[in-house]
């Protein structure tokens, strides 16, 4: 998995809800199976992503803390 490649998705700086909505909307634009690396700065994103996640159908393959931030990937359903 670390060499897969993988979509890099910046949204640091944003507000609940907003993580979310944009990603799920830029799931819509990968192939099921692809993996989303999205990084964000929003302290409620560690609640919001990983029941965007679940909710949604795609898997959560890691969440992990970052300087002023978190970052999550995800590996859309097929």
């Known amino acids: 998995m670390p060499d897969e ?10 507000k ?3 993580p979310v909505l944009k990603t799920r909307k ?14 964000t700065t ?6 919001d ?3 965007f996640c679940n909710e949604d159908g795609h898997r959560l393959e890691q969440a992990a ?3 002023g931030g978190h970052r999550f990937l995800i590996r859309k359903k097929t």
């Open 65 to 67: 803390s970052t300087a």
């Open 42 to 47: 929003d302290p409620l994103a560690v609640i």
């Open 26 to 39: 830029r799931m819509e634009t990968i192939a099921p199976g692809r993996l989303i690396e999205v990084e």
């Open 49 to 51: 992503i990983p029941h």
């Open 16 to 18: 609940c809800p907003l």
């Open 5 to 14: 490649p993988r979509v890099v998705y910046d949204l640091r700086g944003l």
